[in-house]
């Protein structure tokens, strides 16, 4: 494996991480470490996908990234 391959297998196993964690209940989709492995995950993932050049993944992990800033706004205005 080469470099973009580790960049985006880490993204990736960050973004599965997360939800993995949430289906069994031991983080809330509104918990910062959720948040903010959705956005580091997402983040690594749309970099490998730019240095790829996938651009459809560049779209879906480009949104992921956008709503996982969101979410950290939200959070940050709440706590």
Do not use: R
């Not at 240095?51 to 560049?58: Q, R």
């Amino acid at each position: 494996m080469n470099s973009i391959d580790w960049i985006g297998f880490i993204g990736v196993f960050q973004i599965l991480l997360a939800y993995i964690l949430h289906v069994f209940g031991k983080l809330k989709s509104n918990h910062l470490a959720f948040i903010l492995l959705n956005f580091m995950g997402a983040t690594m993932a749309c970099l490998a996908s730019i240095l790829m050049e996938y651009l459809p993944f560049v779209l879906l992990e480009g949104v992921w990234v956008l709503v996982s800033l969101i979410s950290l706004a939200k959070y940050k205005k709440t706590n």
